[in-house]
């Protein structure tokens, strides 16, 4: 065999299960289709310190384009909440090298530019076909992202959900102090479906802005475009640079589903686990569990179960909260939203804590329970779940 463990695709999930594996013992081949990593990037380009800290990682400046002292959410009328607690605009190139550096230096072997074919089970090992030969192995994780080839070929469902894919373009763009601000903002309401619209300062003239729908088809560009406009009037540019264009999706509320078979492991992206920070922490409890399987001699699913196990320990309410929140979201007025959000603007924060999601969901349910009109709503997505 090539590795006890074989990951495929190094996203920050997959570049975790490795590292954890390998620190754990188990001999691990890391696959990346891309020649160079990191590259194109991944529009994900933020997130707050709460997110790290839940999976034990310590920011580091190399990476970090900007630092952001909070978050805003604002309403179609401009009315906004505003969450203080530390974030960071990074560059996800570096943030990528960075990572995948620490994982080398674990010992586990890295390759890119190799495109994985199929996955087929040979007697207790896995055969992988790839842009360059066959690698076999005891146990496979795989973490290729949201649109996930291999899960899919071995019949795997891992989203319960997966029409409420977050399709989202991002564009990186410059005027003069365009990102000099340090707060990040959230938009939300019918302009953007299902999701949200956002600026994320970069510092000096850089910036980010995007927009996320669901239910919108995959093409977000429509809702892109007018944000655009509406943007450069919010902020008075008649000029605004376009510097790159990024797209992709984001599973934030598809809830995971069939992640776990015989010797194999589904992480990430590719299990309907969102953001940077949860995919990590994800990558990690994957990586724990999957050096222990290959110790005790034991790749089963029921031996692997400990892995969903786990992950739902710590995620799974968070998750089925968040989802609850979005869809009631998705199914509200703009003049709703800005009837709760005048009602929220100047409650007492000091309770909201956690990484930008949990923080997030924690203002959107306590809006829930403080406006009636929205949670009817609430209460009737409940009823029909």
């Known amino acids: 065999m090539d590795a006890d463990i074989i990951v495929i695709g190094a996203s920050p999930a997959g570049l975790m299960a490795a590292r954890n594996a390998c620190e754990k013992g188990a001999d691990v081949l890391l696959l990346e289709k891309k020649e160079e990593l990191g590259h194109p990037p991944h529009p994900a380009n933020s997130f707050f310190k709460g997110m790290l800290d839940r999976c034990g990682e310590k920011v580091d400046p190399s990476y970090v384009d900007h630092y952001l002292k909070g978050m805003q959410i604002i309403a179609p009328s401009g009315r906004r909440v505003v969450v203080e607690t530390p974030g960071y605009a990074i560059d996800k190139t570096k943030f990528d090298r960075f990572y995948a550096k620490k994982v080398t230096g674990t010992g586990v072997d ?34 290729d992202g949201i649109n996930s080839k291999m899960a899919s070929l071995l019949g795997l469902k891992t989203m319960r959900h997966p029409e409420d894919i977050a399709w989202g373009i991002e564009l990186d763009v410059m ?7 340090d707060m990040f903002e959230y938009y939300v309401g019918n302009h953007a479906p299902g ?25 977000a560009t429509p809702y892109l475009n007018a944000w655009v406009e509406r943007f450069k009037k919010l902020k008075g540019i008649e000029e605004l640079e376009v510097v790159r264009k990024l797209s992709g999706g984001d599973p934030i509320v598809t809830i995971p589903n069939e992640y776990i078979t015989d010797g194999v492991m589904v992480v990430g992206g ?101 406006k009636p009109t929205a949670m009817l709503k609430y209460r009737a997505f409940l009823r029909n779940k």
């Open 110 to 143: 890295l390759r890119t530019g190799i495109e994985a074919y199929n996955i087929l089970k040979d007697r207790e090992e896995f055969a992988i076909s790839t842009s360059e030969g066959v690698f076999r192995s005891k146990l496979v994780i795989i973490s």
């Open 175 to 181: 005027a003069p102090g365009l990102g000099k601000p």
């Open 195 to 219: 999701w949200k619209t956002t600026y994320s300062p970069r510092g000096g003239d850089n910036a980010a802005i995007g927009a996320y729908v669901r239910r919108c088809g995959k093409d």
């Open 270 to 370: 590719a299990a309907g686990q969102s953001g940077i920070g949860y995919a990590m922490r994800s990558g990690q409890i994957c990586g724990d569990v999957a050096a222990d399987a290959i110790k005790k001699g034991d790749v089963s699913k029921n031996a692997l179960s400990e892995y969903r196990k786990a992950w739902e320990k710590e995620y799974r309410t968070e998750h089925y909260l968040g989802r609850i929140a979005l869809e009631t979201l998705r199914k509200m007025t703009d003049r709703e939203i800005d009837e709760m959000v005048k009602v929220f603007e100047k409650e007492d924060l000091s309770f909201i804590h956690g990484s930008a999601f949990e923080q997030a969901m924690q203002v959107f349910m306590f809006m829930l329970k403080k």
